[in-house]
């Protein structure tokens, strides 16, 4: 049977955009009889707080989005990423970098506000140099030794997409596994096929499709998502208003009033119909997703005002 995920990060509320994305997972898994994961990515200790892990799963639930089996946390399987970490490390694919942000921007030169690879800079620091570095008190983080090769992943939605595997971060200098090794070690181990998720992560999949064939596993399909956007056109945060589930009670719309909306988003019911997620079910169809963005910020969208059905907009 395939598997899908969910894989939110509990640093706050989930806003429509991650509900949205959840439901969006949830249904490509479901049409295709796959088991449903959700994975609480909460290795950031700063940003991640347990109180918001609950919150998301009962968010998640009041919508009738379910999992199977027992959600899994990063923080507690901190052992199998170092255990990734000394399989790449054995074939000579590591090494500890001691750049700062700084350093690394000074040294590339990224147009359009592109992120330019990491130069390379510590790829062949002497011993003495290391040792220098370290006697002053700064902490390597540990980077993959890429050949640079190019991957191409054929999402889902998007097509196929282009990328380099170059020599990103493992393992951060405060010692937690990075995102990007992480996600790969997880994708695999829990033999997610299907990984379904917001696309500001599209150009994040040859990386880690190409680290996933390091590892000896076969990378997982892709379908990127569009985002939904606040009126200002930017990712939909916090200020844009009434965009969680709560702020959405709040203002008189029903956890049944969300997935409507949701749905409707996504071109599979009317913004006022009333749902299940089985109805949903039942219209799916990948292939007439919208490819746009979703721009919240109408004042329905926000009241979700009685009888009043909220504008859906393209930028
Ligand atoms: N944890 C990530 C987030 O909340 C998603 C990672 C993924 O789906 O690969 O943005």
Redesign the pocket.
């Given at each position: 049977m395939a598997v899908g995920r969910f894989?939110?990060?509990p640093t706050g509320a989930l806003h429509l955009g991650n509900l949205r994305t959840a439901m969006l997972a949830w249904l490509f898994a479901r049409s295709t009889s796959s088991r449903f994961l959700v994975r609480m990515?909460d290795l950031d200790h700063v940003v991640a707080r347990p109180e918001h892990e609950g919150q998301q799963l009962a968010d998640l639930a009041s919508l009738g989005v379910d999992w199977d089996g027992t959600v899994v946390r990063q923080s507690e399987r901190w052992e199998r990423y170092e255990a990734a970490i000394r399989l790449l490390a054995e074939q000579g694919l590591t090494y500890p970098c001691f750049c700062t942000r700084k350093e690394i921007q000074a040294a590339v030169s990224a147009p359009h506000g592109e992120v330019a690879p990491y130069p390379g800079t510590c790829r062949r620091l002497s011993s003495s140099a290391q040792a220098a570095h370290e006697a002053v008190g700064r902490r390597p983080a540990l980077r993959l030794r890429s050949d640079g090769a190019s991957v191409v992943v054929d999402d889902l939605l998007c097509g196929p997409v282009r990328g380099l595997v170059d020599d990103f971060v493992l393992r951060r200098n405060d010692g937690v596994p990075a995102y990007n090794l992480a996600?790969v070690v997880d994708d695999c181990g829990q033999g997610i096929e299907q990984?379904v998720?917001?696309d500001d992560?599209l150009t994040s999949s040859p990386r880690q499709a190409g680290l996933a064939h390091l590892l000896g596993f076969a990378a997982p399909s892709y379908a990127h998502v569009p985002l939904v956007l606040g009126p200002s056109g930017q990712r939909l945060a916090k200020r844009d208003g009434g965009v969680t589930l709560a702020d959405q009670q709040a203002l008189g719309r029903s956890a049944e009033g969300v997935r409507s909306l949701l749905g409707a988003s996504v071109g599979l019911c009317e913004p006022n119909e009333p749902v299940t997620m089985a109805d949903l079910l039942e219209r799916f169809e990948p292939v007439r997703l919208p490819r746009q963005p979703w721009v919240w910020g109408q004042a329905a969208d926000r009241t979700g005002a009685a009888g009043e059905a909220p504008r859906l907009s393209r930028p």
């Open positions: 894989a939110p990060s990515e996600v990984v998720r917001g992560l």
